[in-house]
């Protein structure tokens, strides 16, 4: 910490090779190839463009949501009733597709209405002061229950024909609409993050809450727009899940918010806040994904998979924190 | 020479970190029924030094003796059982089990075969701890319910019912109201006459002289002097301590006053203060003292708009003006550099320029957008001006010193270019070094035409350096005296709610 009083300060220290290799994003990429060049030497329709392809059509929706719902939980706050949002959004596009409506009102209906959701959690966090984790597995089961209420045991499947582009249309080759859309979103989340005063500030409260407000943060009203964020995008991939259904069934999406909040989790985000990037829960999702597909060609059944994805979240974890531990013990400092 | 021999002492301690030598072949003696102050800047060593006697660190070298032999201790547990206690600030008590269960955390008292706990003999056992050191508790209180000072005694307690016969109080009375303080005291007269060898770690120079027997002194992690109390003075103590002779008198430059920048009139809280109006001019410090509890802090927050409950008026420089927020007051000029420098003033985990820029993002960004280059521009401009000590403006703030920390608070706040600045106990627990530095820098402040607030519990600190002073006695301003007419008993009577 002493440095001589004629050399300037230096803006940063860091050795560039040293810190990426530390980097969170650099080990789950690490992971993520492991993963990648297993499955291709053990299945060989592993590496076909188009099985790829159809493999991204396994996580995108929940990608969407992971990239609002990541800078959330850097901002201390949860919601997990993201599913329930899409199930909502879901049956009101169903009931207003009923109508004969045209396909830009039904997009912007489950658009609105995950907005309306997400606003309405916003505001209960924001103005009683509740923990957004009993709020939101409050709402999740509110919003869920008025699914239920409506519907019964209806299923509702009278979307225009063109309404299946946003779930099954490709935009170009084997790229399709749900990938680039997702592959956008990540690139302005990114940007939202990594590069603007917003980003800054969610860093900020997450670091500090008390200190972000003394500093000038309104930091009511940022949680109020995160909440609203995730919001939209819930009601983004309940048009994209829709699509690709061709149908909205009271179970839509049911346990997505596990899942969401686990590709957050993987991608190195701190779930007490504070720290993550929007890099490490893209990388994240690819490696849920790939992991999915891959177990998936092998006809490895679901529980299987889930006691595989489970024990991957662990493991991938736990790695950097034992690793973290022996160091410290080998350099403890002041 | 002592006529008893050492209960506890280190022999030749070195601990040794990546880059630096934490402690450099230090010695320490602690005598039974004694009080040692170790007293040295912040990074002199004292806490890798607790932290070596109560087993979280090994030394790589050095001998520790304990009751006349030879000892090692491998972990806190070792530290324990071997009666050596520290309580700290951040002693860990938990706020919602009662006064008895924190005593006897990790070490319940059982009966039966099942090893069922037994609550009423640990509250028995709790009310006769609490008897004997003269505590006015009850085992079964809440802790949350208690002030810092009783939950003091709470630790005190717990460090009794295991027999603790070395006891080390990291900076006891740093939260302490003036009671409170004399009530610790107390406690710490009742330790020495059971026997036990206490070392007392303070900032405080009055603290040491009232209460301790011995001294030892620290420097950069090296043992630099010991003796008895009354072999020593002050300055003495404090030229050991930097190793350059200190002048105890504050940089105080009287700056010319200008016209009145900042006004508050008639603000009140439904319980923490009521009719509190004063004004601030150009080039001046106005220090408010008072005891913890008085309602100083209280009516900053509210001036800042962090009191949703409190009613007044603020006027800048005769314009009236509505502070709802925090992010109102920045705007208005109005920055706070808060008390709680940890909780409210840093955020640790994030790099020292990004912290300085955080309060005028939208000054150094572009249409929203970071910009990384200007953000280190204002970081080493304020930086510099404060002479923050660190090897790079990236550093993580959580690892600059607590002195250094205050300086980055105060850079992040002058970057704003405020025309009042309300500093809350700026010095409060930072070494004597970053102290004058902060001082110094108030003084170039009021100089260059800005307004100072400043409150602070340290009687010196207030008549050292305001031009007025607003003394409080519970929720209300009792007084108010110029530099020339405030004398020390004036103040304390008044802050005391004495009739002079």
Known sequence: MEQSAKLPIPNTLSTPLKSLLVRWETFLLAVFAAVFIAFSVTSPYFLNVWNLSDATFNFTERALIALPMAMLIICREIDLSVASIIALASVAMGYVAQTGADVPLIVLTGITVGLLCGLFNGFVVTTFGIPSIVVTIGTMSLFRGITQGLMGNQVLRDYPFEFAFFGQGYVYWVFSFQFVLFLSCALLFYILLHRTNFGRRTYAIGNNPTAAEFSGIKVRRHKMILFAMVGVMAGVASVLLTSRLGSTRPAIAFGWELSIVTMVVLGGVNILGGSGTIPGVVIAAFLMGVVTFGLGLMNIPGIVMNIIIGLMLITVISIPVIMRRIQQHRSRHL | ?500
């Open chain 2, 1 to 500: 020479m002592e006529s008893t021999s050492p209960l506890f002492a280190l022999r030749n301690v070195t601990k040794v970190f990546p880059g630096v030598r934490a402690l450099d072949d230090v010695r320490l003696e602690l005598y039974p029924g004694q009080v040692t102050a170790l007293v040295g800047e912040n990074g002199a060593g004292k806490s890798t030094l607790v932290k070596t006697m109560t087993g979280i660190y090994q030394p790589e070298s050095g001998e520790i003796w304990y009751d006349g032999q030879q000892v090692t201790i491998r972990n806190p547990e070792d530290a324990r059982q071997m009666g050596i206690t520290a309580i700290h600030q951040e002693t860990v008590l938990f706020d919602d089990m009662t006064v008895a269960e924190n005593i006897f955390a990790g070490s319940y008292l059982t009966r039966g075969r099942f090893g069922n706990l037994d609550w009423k003999a640990m509250n028995r056992r709790a009310q006769e701890i609490l008897h004997d050191i003269e505590a006015p508790l009850s085992p079964t209180a809440m802790l949350s319910g208690l002030s810092i000072g009783q939950k003091h005694m709470v630790a005190i307690a717990r460090a009794l019912s295991v027999d603790a016969r070395v006891v080390i109080l990291d900076e006891p009375t740093a939260a302490l109201s003036h009671h409170e303080i004399h009530e610790l005291y107390e406690l710490v007269r009742r330790l020495k006459a059971r026997g036990t060898a206490i070392m007392f770690i303070t900032h405080k120079f009055d603290e040491i002289f009232a209460i301790a027997d011995r001294y030892t002194v620290f420097r950069d992690g090296a043992f630099v002097g010991d003796g008895r109390i009354e072999d020593v003075t002050e300055p003495e103590l404090v030229e050991m301590m930097v190793a350059r002779s200190l002048n105890e008198t504050y940089p105080k430059v009287e700056a010319p006053l200008g016209e009145e920048v900042f006004r508050a009139e008639g603000f009140s809280h439904p319980t923490e203060f009521a009719d509190i109006s004063f004004a601030v001019r150009k080039g001046e410090i106005l220090g408010f003292y008072g005891l913890v509890g008085a309602g100083r802090t209280e009516i900053m927050r509210a001036l800042i708009g962090l009191s949703e409950q409190a009613r007044g008026e603020i006027y800048i420089e005769g314009q009236r003006v509505s502070v709802r927020s925090p992010a109102d007051a920045v705007q208005a000029g109005l920055v706070y550099v808060p008390e709680e420098r940890q909780q409210q003033g840093v955020m640790l985990d994030m790099p020292i320029y990004q912290n300085i820029s955080l309060p005028q993002l939208h000054r150094t960004s572009r249409a929203g957008f970071l910009s990384t280059r200007n953000e280190l521009a204002v970081a080493r401009q304020y930086g510099e001006r404060l002479n923050v000590k660190t090897s790079s403006w990236s550093e993580l703030v959580n690892n600059l010193s607590g002195g250094n920390q205050q300086k980055v608070v105060i850079a992040k706040w002058l970057a704003t270019h405020p025309r009042v600045i309300i500093m809350d106990e700026p010095t409060k627990g930072i070494d004597i070094g970053s102290k004058a530095a902060v001082h110094a820098f108030m003084s170039e402040l009021v100089q260059q035409g800005l307004a100072v607030i400043m409150v602070s519990s340290e009687l010196p600190e207030i008549m050292g350096m305001a031009d007025r002073m607003i003394v409080m006695n519970e929720g209300r301003q009792v007084r108010e005296f110029t530099r020339d007419e405030a004398t020390a008993e004036a103040i304390v009577s008044a802050a005391t709610g004495v009739r002079a």
